[in-house]
């Protein structure tokens, strides 16, 4: 067994599991959406209206990140509470990286969050485990708090690979990061099917809870997340019936009334 899965297995599986949060996060990954920087502006106000009363959730807005800067404009005003995260980092702080971001440049945008490891960014634009690890370790050194997204394919599902395939995932995330960073860092895990993303066809919340169980095992206190075609229908099975920390949104979270109603079936 390799030091750096010893040592995580050690860190998270003998402490005793207090992350009783009172809080929900519910992330919303807008990928590149919406279109024109006047529509995320309406989209972005009808959410902050929405869901300015409710309670026990911490609403997260993941928008491109040139809509960054305007929309946190936009959030200014009294016990206002929606925060940023960018939908990814590059893991160098500056330098020659043609259309790279980096943590410290979201970090100063006024992003609290980032996620990372989304199977898009696995998929499309050849991330590999190895570059997620570096991005991690970067985000973290920064102080943003990652989201670090793992899932198994439809394949590696039906032959029986998942627990697999998450748990590897799940520590060369982590590989070799220094202690100091995980153990004062608050990333949180989402736990996304890439089979249910897009597709509506969601995992069942039951199915999902033990995925749930198997990663606490190593998971003892953050957050972890359920996403893949989460709707106003089945969010709030995933918080109650599943036992998830939250949920990470994304086609539902480009209409303003579905988020809402997200947003309000998990909150109070
Ligand atoms: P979805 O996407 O809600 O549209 O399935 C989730 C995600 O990709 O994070």
């Given at each position: ?22 809080k ?9 959406n919406?279109?024109t ?27 491109p ?18 925060s ?8 160098e702080?500056?330098g ?35 570059m ?10 920064a ?7 793992i899932?198994e394919t ?13 748990k ?27 089979w ?6 969601f ?7 033990k ?16 996403g ?9 099975d ?18 303003a ?12």
């Open positions: 067994m390799p030091r750096y899965y010893k040592f995580f297995e050690f860190e998270y599986g003998v402490k005793k599991c207090n992350f009783l949060m009172n929900s996060l519910i992330v919303a990954n807008w990928k590149m919406p279109a920087l006047k529509e995320s502006k309406r989209l972005f106000n009808s959410v902050k209206e929405g869901i300015k009363n409710v309670k026990n959730t911490e609403v997260v807005i993941c928008p990140f040139i809509y960054l800067p305007v929309l946190k404009s936009e959030a200014k005003g009294p016990s206002f509470a929606i940023f995260g960018g939908q990814s980092c590059f893991w702080e500056k020659a990286f043609t259309g790279e971001v980096s943590p410290t440049m979201l970090k100063g945008l006024g992003c609290q969050y980032v996620i990372l490891g989304h199977s898009e960014r696995r998929k499309y634009f050849q991330e590999t485990d190895e997620i690890n570096k991005k991690i370790k970067a985000a973290l050194k102080k943003l708090k990652p989201i670090l997204c899932g439809e394949s590696e599902k039906k032959s029986g690979k998942t627990l697999y395939i998450l590897k995932q799940l520590t060369s995330a982590f590989k070799n990061t220094p202690k100091s960073l995980i153990l004062n860092s608050k990333f949180s895990i989402a736990y996304e099917p890439i249910a993303i897009g597709t509506g066809n995992c069942d919340p039951l199915k999902a809870k995925i749930l169980l198997f990663l606490r095992k190593t998971i003892k206190k953050n957050p972890i997340l359920y893949g075609s989460v709707n106003s229908q089945n969010a709030r995933y918080i109650k019936v599943s036992g998830f920390q939250g949920l990470l949104v994304g086609g539902a979270s480009l209409d009334k579905e988020f809402i109603k997200i947003v309000k079936s998990v909150g109070y």
